[in-house]
């Protein structure tokens, strides 16, 4: 039990910095496109929904809450057994947070050539594209320190947990009247 809510921790703590910037974008949100309004095919390049204000929000974001958490970080085992929570490289901080912007934009680019319109659901890409990317790029640009925190266990509990928190999450922002949609 203990080795779960251990890696559930370490799992979540790691990454916050690339669950956060997303909904920070959706708050931030609007201003100039990143598409320019440029169509390929008979479609937007990404559409309104991603823009250069949102993408540098919710990076800048993402690396606060790096920062913070950094600041906030418990160094001992607690009484749980819950082993220290990893501490953010400014590499990693930078990575995990403009890696889940560029995941999330991906999906957009993919969205459109799919033909699906901006908030259609398009499952699992919905759910991993910015996990993906975030994971992917820090694991090129900090790889000792992925290495150590990303462990396959960690891996894998951030797989099963991101879809249900990515679809809670939204499920709260469309409740809120925040987002269009609950996905």
Do not use: C
């Amino acid at each position: 039990m203990v080795d779960l809510v251990g890696t559930v921790a370490v799992a979540v703590w790691a990454m916050l910095p690339a669950y956060v910037p997303n909904n920070a974008a959706v708050l931030a949100g609007g201003g100039r496109p990143i598409d320019g309004g440029r169509i390929w095919g008979d479609s937007r390049l990404l559409g309104d929904g991603k823009t250069w204000r949102g993408t540098a929000v919710g990076t800048l974001v993402g690396v606060a809450l790096a920062v913070a958490l950094n600041a906030l970080r418990p160094t001992a085992v607690d009484a749980l057994g819950v082993p220290a929570l990893p501490e953010f490289p400014p590499l990693a901080m930078g990575t995990l947070a403009f890696g889940a912007m560029l995941g999330d934009i991906t999906a957009s680019f993919l969205k459109r050539r799919t033909g699906r319109q901006r908030g259609a659901a398009f499952p699992v890409v919905d759910q991993l594209d910015f996990v993906v990317v975030a994971l992917a790029l820090t694991a090129l640009a900090a790889p000792a320190w992925f290495g150590d925190t990303f462990t396959l266990s960690v891996l894998a509990t951030v797989a099963v947990l991101t879809p249900a928190l990515h679809l809670l999450t939204n499920g709260i922002a469309y409740a809120l009247g925040v987002k269009d949609e609950p996905w």
